[in-house]
Structures are given as structure tokens and as C-alpha cells.
């Protein structure tokens, strides 16, 4: 099975722009959850959707929203960037209903905001 | 809310030492513990499960809810080891996972 796959790999946007992350979670699962990794905060949760659900949700602002199509990829936006958007975003899919049994991460994506 | 630390930023033991990665959580329920490690030029996996009471790579983890602890252990480390460890938490099966800052190990030859 392919595993998670996430694109771009690389993206530079300027202040004020917005984005847009994909992930296409292994083929069978459901859960996909977000996580942004700086060096100084490590890994926030962002969210998580099954079903096309958002079930759980971090604390972070509006600015960053997500939804889950019928075949289980994820899309996360950040809207209005800030320099702090800076990070490695992570996307993980998990099998069965649990957001939890047990996470598989794509490689990531790491946004430069300029 | 719950929170999980993890002491060391940086832990270096000998190859053939153990080594002892240390985890604490503040949740005053029963929460789903993990430990995911991530090898150089590697993602982010799964190491252990505190549910399945597995032992991976030699790694073992105990549980103490008294200290609210979740520490790593190896009897004997291996260069293989080198890596990033974050240990994690869930409070229930269908609640987020919150992950600590991270140990970097280093297993010097």
C-alpha cells in the first residue's frame, strides 16, 4: 500500500496570502489528523476529520480550516498568512475508527511564509 | 487540560548502555499513552502502544499512575536507536493525540 502522500513538499508564500495543503491518507483509512511542527512549539494539533467530519479540533485560530472529502483526502487552508505560519505541516491517517490506534505520517509539507 | 513532557532535550548514552527515555502526563483520567520515534530522513512511526503491551526493538515502557509517568526503556542501546522520540497522549480512543517536545537520542558507538 502507498502511504501517506502529501503535497506540495515545498511551499514559500508572502504575508497576508493564503494556501492550501493536500493529503491523500493509505488507501482503507478514514482518520486524518493535522499537525503543525516548529522548533519551538513541536507538534500542535491542528485537526481531525473522519467521514467527512471534523471530530476534533486544536487551538488554533479561524485561520485555519480543513475539510475531508468522500474518498478520506484532506485538504487544510490557512488563510491570511502570518510569519509565524512558518512550519513543517504533517498530515497522519489512521485505520479504523479510532483517531489514534495508530498514526501513519506522510512526509509533510513546509511552508516559508516571506 | 492535558499535557505531556518529556525532561531531556538530549539524551546520549554509550552502545550497550540502557537507556531510559522519561515521559510525564498531567491528566487526571486514564489516557492512551504512546511512544512514536522518527529515524534520520524518516517519518514519524508508530514505536509503542501502552494498550498492546508490546515491546518493539527491545523498547519497553511502563506505566505509572502514581508518578503519571510513561518512561522508554532499553536494557541495552543500539546506533540504530539514534533518533527523535516523542512520547504521546490521548485522553480517550476517539480524543486527539497531544505529543511531548521530544528526546533526541544518541547512542554513541
Known amino acids: 500500500k502507498a502511504g501517506v502522500t502529501q503535497t506540495p513538499r515545498y511551499l514559500i508564500k508572502t504575508r497576508g496570502q493564503q494556501v492550501t495543503l493536500s493529503c491523500s491518507p493509505i488507501s482503507g483509512h478514514r482518520s486524518v489528523s493535522w499537525y503543525q511542527q516548529t522548533p519551538g512549539q513541536g507538534l500542535q494539533f491542528l485537526f481531525e476529520?473522519?467521514?467527512?467530519?471534523?471530530?476534533n479540533k486544536g487551538n488554533f485560530p479561524g485561520r485555519f480550516s480543513g475539510r475531508q472529502f468522500s474518498n478520506s483526502r484532506s485538504e487544510m487552508n490557512v488563510s491570511t498568512l502570518e510569519l509565524g505560519d512558518s512550519a513543517l505541516y504533517l498530515c497522519?491517517?489512521?485505520?479504523?475508527?479510532?483517531?489514534?490506534?495508530?498514526?501513519?505520517f506522510g512526509s509533510g509539507t513546509q511552508l516559508s511564509v516571506l | 487540560a492535558q499535557r505531556v513532557t518529556q525532561p531531556e532535550k538530549l539524551l546520549s548514552v554509550f552502545k550497550g548502555a540502557p537507556v531510559e527515555l522519561k515521559c510525564n502526563y498531567s491528566?487526571?483520567?486514564?489516557?492512551?499513552l504512546f511512544w512514536y520515534v522518527q529515524y534520520s530522513r524518516q517519518r514519524l512511526q508508530l514505536l509503542l502502544r501502552?494498550?498492546s503491551r508490546e515491546s518493539i526493538k527491545g523498547f519497553t515502557a511502563d506505566l505509572n499512575k502514581g508518578e503519571t509517568s510513561f518512561h522508554l526503556k532499553k536494557p541495552f542501546a543500539q546506533e540504530e536507536d539514534s533518533a527523535m522520540y516523542y512520547c504521546a497522549l490521548a485522553k480517550t480512543s476517539y480524543d486527539k493525540v497531544i505529543f511531548g517536545p521530544g528526546t533526541s537520542l544518541s547512542v554513541i558507538p
Open positions: 497522519a491517517s489512521s485505520p479504523g475508527d479510532s483517531p489514534n490506534e495508530k498514526l501513519f
Open positions: 501502552h494498550i
Open positions: 491528566y487526571s483520567g486514564s489516557p492512551e
Open positions: 476529520y473522519f467521514s467527512e467530519t471534523q471530530r
